[in-house]
């Protein structure tokens, strides 16, 4: 495991470049949009589509099928510039569920080299409505 300093950052580049396109804004609008679409609150599924979105986005190669429209277009507009940053995360170790906020699913996740917060909103046909990456503070 690298240095906590080190570590720290990893994470404020990921959540900066994250952020670069607003993630937040991106979230909210995911979550407007996903008003009219039923949120799954099945722990497991949630867990399985942010395991394979994690994978995905590490390998290069995000699996827009999976997403909604709109939650896809955010990803390919943001995937040029993260992808050396899934990169320097190393291999994933871990995924903690913490809480659900506004209809998302909160989890720690942890990676070789950092440890990262996601906000992950799954509608029940298993479709990502809305993501979001920062850093564990």
Known sequence: MKSSKSTALMAAALAAAMLAAPASAAVLAQQDAAAQVVISDDLALNEQ???ETIASLQ????E???MSAEMAELVRAQSPALSGLF?????LQGVEHLTEQNELQVYRVTFANAS???????????TVQALSIGPDQ
């Open 49 to 51: 589509r942010l395991r």
């Open 64 to 66: 827009y099928d999976r």
């Open 116 to 126: 990262t917060l996601w906000a992950i909103g799954v509608s029940t046909d298993g």
């Open 87 to 91: 990169q320097q995360l190393g291999e």
């Open 59 to 62: 390998a290069g190669t995000p």
